[in-house]
Structures are given as structure tokens and as C-alpha cells.
């Protein structure tokens, strides 16, 4: 340990440790413009400057390490007068857009000149001018105000992994660009905007669209994938005006997708407000005692056998287990919430976790991704890879799909074969996998398809002989939830892809769809749809019951490592539509065998606590490995889910993004 004094103050930190972090240790404010602590130090903007003994001028506290009884001071003359230097030349050149910048009560330059700046300026120049650049549907730029801080630059690079924009020219030319004039093609785009210290970078779609006091921020989780990412909503007159990113070390640090933080605008589009039933044809809006009567009368001409019920992506915790308690109340075992057809073995917890959790994937020195594509499945788990296979130097290879991660990989072949040859020594990442302290494996969902399952047989040898964790990649927040309460068929159930088919050769008479929007064919099966967009679900509906979206009530997910999150209400739901765990209530009512809760709380506490276990080797009987490549669980990144497909945002990330760049996502 290296001691040191700072303002009067010893203090003892490791070595190594720049004095900008040693100060951070006292909780002593150091005013900061290129320095960010999740990216690479630059040292280029010069506001961090302190007076060190024995120094004789200021020195840039983030790119210089402490030694052994250096004297630092923060509050000296000499450092406050640099420090207006500083502020006074950044400013010559910024323009005095702050009444009408995005940026504009959130801004660092604004915070550190009332803080730190003179007050005044001796320059009387011209403002250079700087022609604004294309980055795509998701930035707006205003270059007139870069600081050439070049927080944008390393984020693109560090972190997401596209080396897409930079710096040319030299001196008072330098700009900011992006390399061909196209739209930064990574899914992490969004976090720019929040990392810029000015308003050089600002949210596009929420453009002149509100200030920040003006919005309320209601604490929330993202639930378009199965990470679980921490987001704060900002609502405004019952309207979604943007959502930002939340801190959460264990899961998403401070960076969100571009999906999680663009795809707002879809949840007030297409939205059901009422109940529908189908007559003659044609969906026809009704009172909620007429829906929920037919639901009920339906139910009791139906017997059991001939009933089922699927749980979709999006649905909640409580939603699943009032109509799983609704479904044993009345004798109903064909049930199942693995909608995307992979036959996850739900016997054992371990099962169907990220066992190793997603934190824990900066530790791992070897890692093995099997039947998956992490950019576009889970994304802020892609952004843990990077971050482990830039800095640490981890080995990385896949089997399935060649595909831009973003990092470099071995790529070991496409199909089940190819894990076959290397557990049998064919290749030289098993010596790495052999060697590596802290190996974990990562299943796509591909991989429990039903003509794959032999593959598992050969991931229990790399548990048992290399000690490998194994990590389930879900895609869908509704899974691992739906998993814990056993909504899945009973011991003479029937499972997703027998519903399908019984529903299809007209064995199976009432089908009870929670939050499923897949595009199937349910045959002449009569279709209760319960969910919250006028999508493929409601459209093929005889029934619609018109529930909540994540944003519109306190619910629970569960994300793919096993942690229980909660939703809080940002909004109102629209027209007449009901959370689902109250719908589902209002029916067995109707039926006569109410189900033992009137409030959330008391639905909650029936929620399982369940702990997280340790891993064991899968219970396989095929044994025969499928010659078919894997496939990725995700065809259109963009728009996968009931609400992105409603985004206007979204649309305009397919048409701008992948068309200009030529990506199949």
C-alpha cells in the first residue's frame, strides 16, 4: 500500500492508484470532463489539475499515479486558478445554446462553470463552427458544443466494441466523426448520449420533447430481454417521455441497450383499452362482465383435457401464478411457459440459471458459448464478454453461428458435432479449457430444441471433467419466473409444442394465451388472449381481455440469473384494461371457486423464495447429436417483442441501422 497526504489528510490506497481515485477515497470533489470510471483514461481535458509538492505546475490528477509521500492539495490558488483557465478556453468556442440544448439542466459544463469558472471571459473571438454529424436515428448531434472530452470515442471502442467514430484533424480542427458517415451500428449507442458531457450528444427522439424537472422518475426494470436491466422511467401528464439507466453493479452497471432505452414510444401505441369478443367474424368491444361470462361459460362446456393455457415473455410473476392456481383449481395440466418451444428442464433450479451470474463473467479466463449469439440475445451480458475479453484477456469460442460479437473468438464449427470433436481433443481450445482457473459454458436456448437435446450429454462431461460452469442465455423476462412457479405441464400435462399440435388436430378445445403473441396456427380451438397490445395474439382472438404492460403496475420478473426484481407503476393503464393477476381473479370468481387473494401483497406472499442452488449435471436420455446448425433465438433484434414491434423508433432502427449497414440481426 502507498501512503499519501491529501489536504491535511493521510490516507493509504493500492498502488497504481491515480490521485484522482485516491482523492475519491476522502469523498474530495475533483472536477472532471474526459475522465469516466468504466473507460480508458485520456487526459486530454485538463480539469482534474492539482497542486502536487514539489511540483511546479498543476498536474492532471487522472492520469497520475500516486508514489510514497507525495502531498496533494485540491484547494489552492493555484488550482482554482488553473482551473478557470481551463473552463475560460473550453468556453471561448461553446456556443450559448443552453435555452434550448436537451442538455440543459443535466449538463457537467454547466454544473462545473457555476462551480468552478470565473464568471467572465477576456476572449472576444468568432465561435468556430463545426458542421453536426450523422449517427443514426438514436443520437442527434450538435458539434458546436464537443469539448473533444473523447468519452464518445473510447465508449464506441472500450465498451461497445465498433471502432465507428473518432477524432480527425489536429489542434482547433479536431472533430468528432463518425468514420463513413453511417449510423453507429452497435446495440449500445445509447449510452453516449448519457456518458457526453455537454450537449454534443443528445437523445434524438426526445428532441425538444420536455426538461428534466419537468419529469417524474419511477425506479423499474427493462423486461424486453431476460437481463433484467435497472432503468429509471421518466414520465410526464401520464406519458413515457424517456427512459434512462439505473446503476446496478451485479447486472448492467450503468449502460442500458439501445432497445431497452428507445422502445417507450411503443407502449402507447396499438394499445387495448377494452374487451373484445368475436362476433360474426369481427372483433367486437364489450363490458367486462360480458367478456369475462363468455370466458366462463367456455370454460365450464370445456373439460379439463381439452383446456390449456401458455404464458408469454412478458407476463409477470403474479399473473402466472394466479392463472396457474386458476388452472389446478379446475383440473387444467396442459400448461407451459417455454413459448419458444426449447425444453428447458425445470426439475432442478440450477437447470435453467446463469449459474455463474453475470457480474461474475468478468472473472472467467475461458468461455464457451454453445448455440447462442449474446450481442442480440442479452445484450449487457455481450458487454460483460467484451469487457472480459479486452481487459483480462479471456478465451472466447463458439459453436453456432459465425456472427459479429464484437470481440474476438474461436469459432469451433456450427453444429452439435463440433463440441463432440473438441471434447475429444480434435482442437487446442481444450487446453485452454483444461488450464483455465475459472471456465464457464453458456447455452443458448437453441441448444434445448427438441432434436439437440443429445448436446447436453456432452456439456455434464464438461462439467464433470473441467470443471466448466454452466449458464443458461434466456431471452424472455417471463422465463426463469415462469419456471420458479411451475407453469409448466403437470406429470400428464402437455407441453408448448403438443398444445400446439393437439390445438391444431382439434383435440384441444379452449386455449388460455397470457401475454403470447407467437405466430402460430391454434387451429379452431376457441383463444382467450389476455395481454396489453392489439397484436398477433388479439388478432386471432375470440376473446381479448385487455391487461397491463410492464410500465402500468408493480409486478415481479425474475432475471436470468435467479434475482427477483419488481416493476413499480409509472403510468396509468389505459381505457378499462386491469393488471392480469386481477383479471384472472375476477374469472374464478365468475366460476365460483375464488382463489385465495383479494390484493397484490397477498398474491405476492404465495410467490416461491426459492434459493439459488448449486449445479447438477443434466438428466439426458437421447443421446444422438443433431447434424442441424444452430440457430440464433433472435431473427429481428429490433423488433422481437409485442412492444419494440410498435416502436417508431424501432422502425427507423431497421430501416437506418441495419439496411445502411447490412447487419441481419
Known amino acids: 500500500m502507498v501512503k499519501l497526504i491529501i489536504d491535511d489528510v493521510e490516507v493509504e490506497v493500492e498502488p497504481g492508484t491515480s490521485i484522482l481515485n485516491a ?57 482554482d486558478k488553473a482551473r478557470k483557465g481551463v473552463l475560460e478556453l473550453l468556453l471561448i468556442n461553446h456556443p450559448l445554446d443552453c435555452p434550448i440544448c436537451d442538455q440543459g439542466g443535466e449538463c457537467d459544463l454547466q454544473d462545473i462553470t457555476l462551480n468552478y469558472g470565473s464568471g467572465n471571459s477576456r476572449y472576444d473571438f468568432s465561435k468556430r463552427a463545426v458542421s453536426d454529424k450523422y449517427m443514426g436515428p438514436f443520437i442527434k448531434t450538435v458539434m458546436n458544443r464537443c469539448i473533444h472530452c473523447t468519452r464518445c470515442v473510447r465508449f464506441a471502442t472500450d465498451v461497445a466494441g465498433v471502432q465507428e467514430i473518432g477524432t480527425s484533424g489536429r489542434g482547433e480542427n479536431t472533430e468528432i466523426i463518425s468514420y463513413l458517415g453511417k449510423a453507429i451500428s452497435s446495440e449500445l449507442s445509447g449510452n453516449m448520449i448519457d456518458i457526453c458531457p455537454v450537449g454534443a450528444l443528445t437523445n434524438k427522439p426526445y428532441a425538444f420533447h ?81 367478456a369475462i361470462t363468455l370466458v366462463c361459460q367456455k370454460i365450464v362446456e370445456t373439460k379439463p383435457h381439452e383446456m390449456a393455457a401458455l404464458a408469454g415473455d412478458l407476463a409477470d410473476q403474479e399473473g402466472m401464478l394466479a392463472l396457474r392456481m386458476l388452472l389446478d383449481s ?46 442480440y440475445e442479452a445484450t449487457m451480458v455481450n458487454a460483460r464478454l467484451h469487457k472480459s475479453a479486452i481487459n483480462n484477456h479471456c478465451k472466447i469460442a463458439l459453436i453456432g453461428e459465425a456472427v459479429d460479437l464484437t470481440y474476438p473468438y474461436i469459432h469451433l464449427g456450427d453444429t452439435a458435432s463440433a463440441l463432440d470433436e473438441l471434447i475429444r481433443g480434435s482442437h487446442s481450445f481444450l487446453d485452454i479449457l483444461r488450464n483455465a482457473k475459472n471456465p464457464i459454458v453458456i447455452l443458448g436456448t437453441s441448444c434445448f430444441m427438441q432434436d439437440q437435446l443429445g448436446l447436453l450429454n456432452l456439456v455434464n462431461r464438461l462439467f464433470q471433467e473441467y470443471s466448466c460452469q454452466v449458464n443458461i442465455l434466456h431471452t ?21 409444442n403438443q398444445i400446439i399440435d393437439s390445438a391444431r388436430n382439434g383435440s384441444l ?59 413499480n407503476q409509472a403510468l396509468l393503464p389505459p381505457g378499462d384494461a386491469k393488471e392480469d393477476w386481477k383479471i384472472i381473479r375476477a374469472i374464478s370468481e365468475k366460476l365460483g371457486n375464488p382463489l385465495p387473494f383479494n390484493t397484490l401483497a397477498q398474491l405476492q406472499n404465495l410467490l416461491p423464495q426459492l434459493a439459488k442452488p448449486d449445479f447438477e449435471q443434466f438428466n439426458v436420455t437421447e443421446t444422438k447429436l443433431s447434424n442441424e446448425p444452430f440457430k440464433t433465438a433472435v431473427v429481428n433484434y429490433y423488433m422481437r417483442d409485442v412492444i419494440s414491434r410498435h416502436s417508431v423508433n424501432m422502425a427507423n432502427a431497421i430501416s437506418e441501422i441495419v439496411d445502411e449497414n447490412c447487419r441481419v440481426v
Open 210 to 290: 420536455g426538461r428534466p424537472w419537468e419529469l417524474q422518475g419511477i425506479d423499474s426494470i427493462d423486461v424486453l430481454d431476460a437481463v433484467g436491466s435497472n432503468i429509471r422511467i421518466d414520465v410526464r401528464d401520464q406519458q413515457v417521455m424517456r427512459i434512462m439507466p439505473r446503476l446496478n453493479e451485479a447486472i448492467n452497471e450503468e449502460w442500458i441497450s439501445d432497445k431497452t432505452r428507445f422502445s417507450y414510444d411503443g407502449l402507447a401505441c396499438q394499445r387495448l383499452d377494452k374487451p373484445y369478443i368475436r362476433k360474426d367474424g369481427k372483433l367486437t368491444a364489450c363490458s367486462w362482465d360480458e
Open 330 to 375: 379446475m383440473g387444467v395440466d396442459n400448461r407451459d411457459c417455454r413459448v419458444d418451444g426449447a425444453m428447458l428442464p425445470y426439475e432442478h433450479r440450477s437447470h435453467y440459471l446463469f449459474n455463474s451470474t453475470i457480474k461474475n463473467i468478468e472473472d472467467a479466463d475461458a468461455v464457451l458459448l454453445i448455440g447462442c449469439n449474446p450481442r
Open 23 to 79: 482523492c475519491g477515497e476522502l469523498a474530495k470533489e475533483i472536477p472532471v470532463f474526459c475522465y469516466h470510471p468504466r473507460l480508458k483514461v485520456a487526459g486530454n481535458c485538463r480539469m482534474c489539475l492539482v497542486e502536487v509538492e514539489k511540483s511546479s505546475k498543476p498536474v492532471a490528477s487522472c492520469a497520475t499515479a500516486v508514489y510514497e509521500g507525495m502531498v496533494v492539495r485540491t484547494k489552492t490558488p493555484m488550482v
Open 476 to 496: 424472455a423476462a417471463a422465463r426463469v419466473g415462469g419456471l420458479d412457479i411451475s407453469f409448466v405441464p403437470k406429470e400428464n400435462g402437455k407441453n408448448f
Open 509 to 567: 378445445k379452449l386455449l388460455y394465451l397470457l401475454n403470447v403473441d407467437i405466430d402460430e396456427s391454434y387451429g379452431d380451438a376457441f383463444i382467450i388472449y389476455q395481454g396489453h397490445h392489439g397484436d398477433i395474439g388479439a388478432s386471432r382472438a375470440d376473446v381479448v381481455l385487455p391487461g397491463s404492460a410492464f410500465s402500468e403496475k408493480n409486478a415481479t420478473y425474475v432475471n436470468m440469473e435467479g434475482v427477483v426484481q419488481k416493476t
